[in-house]
């Protein structure tokens, strides 16, 4: 019943507080009905609502695991296609932020909190959560880079991976900086707009990554056009040995 009815405002509210006030074995349930559904649930505006409840209130993670997010990961190249699907992944990986999901949305599922089946601390069921979904997600980017840098609604979920997933990220920001090191993209608005929120997290990573695996003479090429020079500005403001090529920066502009 909750899966047939999910997919309408009315339906969604009433699915929700079914897994927030339902016993345990009735939880239990509810998330086996959803059984080949998972992906459909995501890519719904009101059905993803309910897979957050999940989210927030069972405390048997390992259930979650198997029963809702095996699905969620297996169909990873539909969520991140649909609006919906990029607001259930966002929510996974950056909880409550007001940054990442709607204010109006997080009022909403806080109806749930309180409920008297729920025990664990929520963010220890948050992280166990996370840690769960991480690693897919963190492969999914490193391997889909390219395609993820061909719309802002997309490649907006790379730097949101790099500073929430748990794992190594590094692999995510390598796939990146080959990305711009092998096809003249700096200009693309979309991969500006991912480097320009990576560029300005804190601790610089991706810029001592860039110092690290890209030769002078490339980066001193991304100076050539206007958002690469802006990248190029960030990567010196990181800090780190950028003495030559600052000076390699300098030669360049007095032959010009």
Same mark, same amino acid.
């Given at each position: 019943a909750v899966v047939s #009815?999910? +997919? #309408? &405002? /009315? !339906? +969604? =509210?009433i699915a929700q507080r079914c897994i927030w006030y339902g016993r345990v074995k009735d939880r239990k349930l509810i998330m086996r009905s959803f059984k080949g559904h998972v992906k459909d649930m995501a890519c719904d505006p009101n059905g993803y609502l309910v897979l957050c409840a999940v989210? $927030? #209130?069972v405390d048997d993670t390992v259930m979650v695991r198997k029963m809702v997010l095996g699905e969620v990961t297996a169909e990873l190249d539909a969520l991140v296609m649909s609006i919906s699907g990029r607001k259930l992944l966002r929510y996974l990986l950056a909880g409550r932020e007001s940054s990442q999901t709607h204010t109006q949305v997080i009022e909403s599922l806080r109806v749930g909190e309180g409920n008297a089946i729920s025990k664990n601390d929520p963010e220890v069921r948050r992280g166990e959560i996370? +840690? %769960?979904?991480s690693p897919a997600v963190i492969t999914y980017c490193k391997e889909n880079i390219e395609s993820?840098?061909?719309d802002n609604s997309t490649a907006s979920?790379?730097? @949101?991976?790099v500073e929430h997933a =748990? !794992? $190594?990220? &590094? *692999?995510? @920001?390598t %796939?990146?900086?080959s990305h711009l090191t092998s096809s003249d993209v700096m200009e693309q608005f979309p991969v500006h707009f991912a480097l320009k929120k990576l560029l300005k997290m804190e601790g610089g990573v991706l810029g001592g990554m860039v110092l690290e695996q890209v030769d002078i003479p490339t980066i001193c090429g991304w100076v050539d056009s206007n958002r690469g020079a802006w990248t190029v500005l960030r990567v010196i403001e990181g800090g780190g040995e950028v003495g *030559?090529?600052? &000076? /390699?920066i300098k030669e360049k502009g007095r032959e010009s």
């Open positions: #009815t999910q +997919s #309408t &405002g /009315e !339906g +969604s =509210k989210f $927030d #209130t996370l +840690s %769960a979904v993820l840098l061909l979920l790379i730097p @949101l991976v =748990k !794992g $190594d990220v &590094g *692999e995510v @920001l %796939a990146l900086i *030559e090529l600052v &000076g /390699e």
